[in-house]
């Protein structure tokens, strides 16, 4: 019994030991994987932010979308001639001339009429860096008028008025040269900076607007009494062929284009639209009461 006993107890003692060891082992154990398991754990929860955060935003899909809306637009580039209304006639632009000048304003500045070769007008969609939260610019009703010039040339009693104001008559009308197909200078120059504004010196409809080779962009309105005005050399046109003007509005601005040596107004008086028939254009302008 005695050696049963202490066999007993020897059993009970080892078995209690080998819990107690297995117990610490375990625990010893059980850091390490819990350890391992949260070393797991993260990267797996890294990858998920990773994910989270590779989502594209509520702000950057609406940017995403408005960018994919201006991607409609077809961009212009300015050519020697050009103007607005012209411009949106051939790119048949919803709205016209003044939907394009509202959509490029930013571009073309505050004068609709002073647009330059080789400038990039957005067509069909506003410009793509215009921001969404700007307040839309005023639209203009016309291209900017005489009336922002700060002179202005004189109407006569008779209605007639200067084709520019102020500037100083440089080649006069009749002067013979080589240079001059037909021997001598057809018109009077006016000798006034690129950008001047220029007037119809009476009321008309313009015949022409554009391109005229030699004579750069220029514009020719018949008159109300049969004779005919040329402005020539201009750097922006502001009235198309077929549109009725008044004494005084503003047809184009001053420039340097065509065959010329510097930026000055050509005009001249005609009797007929063609080259050749031709009259002394500050003698006309006087005979209406013009002082030039």
């Known amino acids: 019994m005695p050696a049963k006993g202490k066999h007993r107890r020897t059993r009970a003692m080892r078995l209690t030991r080998t819990l107690a ?44 979308n408005s960018a994919g809306k201006n991607s409609g637009a077809t961009t212009y580039t300015v050519r020697s001639g050009d103007y607005l209304s012209k411009i949106a006639d051939e790119q048949h632009v919803d709205g016209g001339w003044k939907k394009l000048y509202s959509d490029n304003r930013q571009v073309i500045g505050s004068d609709p009429a002073l647009i330059h070769p080789g400038l990039e007008l957005s067509i069909g969609q506003k410009a793509a860096d215009e921001s969404a939260e700007k307040p839309a610019a005023p639209k203009s009703t016309a291209p900017k008028s005489a009336a922002s010039d700060s002179t202005e040339p004189e109407k006569s009693s008779n209605g007639y008025t200067s084709p520019v104001a102020g500037g100083s008559v440089g080649t006069p009308y009749h002067q013979s040269g080589s240079m001059w197909s037909s021997g001598y200078h057809t018109g009077t120059d006016f000798v006034v900076p690129t950008g001047t504004s220029l007037k119809a010196v009476g009321a008309g409809t313009v015949v022409s607007a554009g391109w005229g080779g030699a004579y750069g962009n220029q514009v020719v309105i018949k008159l109300a009494d049969g004779h005919y005005a040329q402005y020539a050399h201009l750097s922006s046109l502001s009235v198309s062929a077929g549109q009725s003007v008044t004494a005084g509005q ?20 005609r009797t007929t639209p063609d080259y050749g028939s031709d009259v002394d254009p500050l003698s006309y302008l006087r005979s209406h009461g013009v002082s030039v």
């Open 250 to 269: 503003q047809v184009g601005l001053s420039g340097a284009t065509g065959n010329v040596t510097g930026p000055h107004l050509h005009f001249e008086i």
């Open 21 to 64: 060891v297995a117990g610490t082992g375990g625990a010893a154990l059980a850091l390490p994987l819990m350890g391992a398991a949260g070393a797991q754990a993260a990267p797996a929860q890294s990858v998920s932010e990773q994910a989270a955060q590779s989502l594209p935003t509520t702000a950057e899909q609406a940017a995403g």
